[in-house]
């Protein structure tokens, strides 16, 4: 079965400054992967997804930008966090005719 | 109308109840339909598959309604442990993504 990590658990960042988030899956070649937010209190919102290398589907135009330089590896990045970016930023990896499996996310806190 | 939608609770329920979730979705030509779990402060954990037929994995069943595009999760003898958010999910047509609700909120109490 897929495993998916995602780090760092837990980030305290200031207004304006930058962000990377990383993920990478094992036990799957070739998955269309996802990043999700889910802000307190509130449903997924899907924000990029990609069905292969160099290809990213950007749900949500934002401050945020996503790239996949690696077939299992997916990155979340920002040049200038807001607090409206506060929330909780899952990976999820998909197959088609399997399910959707998510990391453990990445709770960010933006001050 | 939003793709996926379900009555946000929350549910508060004594242990050994039987409790229902419903759903609803828009698109007539999705083909595949799940239910998610998803803890506090967790990330969501696949619960069920919900197949045309009706399925069920012990103290759960799924339902699922082509025609009216309705989904349902009955969950029987409740336990403490089955206190969590329950998420409905449905397939975008386009096979690249899927559509989640917002989630039932369901607490079962001693």
Known sequence: SQTIHQWPATLVQPVGSPLSLECTVEGTSNPNLYWYRQAAGRGLQLLFYSVGIGQISSEVPQNLSASRPQDRQFILSSKKLLLSDSGFYLCASYRTQETQYFGPGTRLLVL | ?110
Do not use: H
């Open chain 2, 1 to 110: 109308r939003k793709e996926v939608e379900q009555d946000p609770g929350p549910f508060n329920v004594p242990e050994g109840a039987t409790v229902a979730f419903n759903c609803t979705y828009s698109n007539s030509a999705s083909q595949s339909f799940f239910w998610y779990r998803q803890d506090c402060r967790k990330e969501p954990k696949l619960l069920m598959s919900v197949y045309s037929s009706g399925n069920e994995d012990g103290r759960f069943t799924a339902q699922l309604n082509r025609a009216s595009q309705y989904i349902s999760l009955l969950i029987r003898d409740s336990k403490l442990s089955d206190s969590a958010t329950y998420l409905c999910v449905v397939n975008r047509p386009s096979g690249y993504a899927l559509n989640f609700g917002k989630g039932t909120s369901l607490l079962v109490t001693p």
